[in-house]
């Protein structure tokens, strides 16, 4: 059974900083391109950073870029997602997700999801 798990979500302040992390289990990890969306009420999911099977690539929303940080840990499944200068227009339920295609950013390419975790930012 596939599982990704999510966690370090919480609430800060703008201009704070969060560290996610997400473990899996059940996926052969370390051939998986691993990926972060996020989802805020009322608007639809979207790509936030990905990073492929050997890190050799990372990709991030043009909203992030500079900001935000993701990386792996394939000793243990672990990806994470670092989160600098937070602004109040990202708070939402940030999801990771699992794919077997490299460098995708649409969400119908990930077939494996986490149950979220939530990043609150006050103004």
């Known amino acids: 059974q596939v599982q990704l798990v999510e966690s370090g979500g919480g609430m800060v302040q703008a201009g704070d900083f969060l560290r996610l992390s997400c473990a899996a289990s059940?996926?052969?990890?370390?051939?998986?391109?691993m990926a972060w969306f996020r989802q805020a009420p009322g608007k639809e999911r979207e790509f936030v950073a990905g990073i492929t099977w050997n890190s050799r690539s990372t990709y991030y929303a043009d909203s992030v870029k500079g900001r935000f940080t993701i990386s792996r840990d394939n000793a243990n499944n672990t990806v994470y997602l670092q989160m600098n200068s937070l602004k109040p227009e990202e708070t939402a339920a940030y999801y990771c997700a699992a794919s077997a295609n490299l460098r995708a950013t649409a969400s119908s390419f990930y077939p494996y999801w986490g149950q979220g975790t939530q990043v609150t930012v006050s103004s």
């Open positions: 059940g996926i052969p990890f370390s051939s998986y391109s």
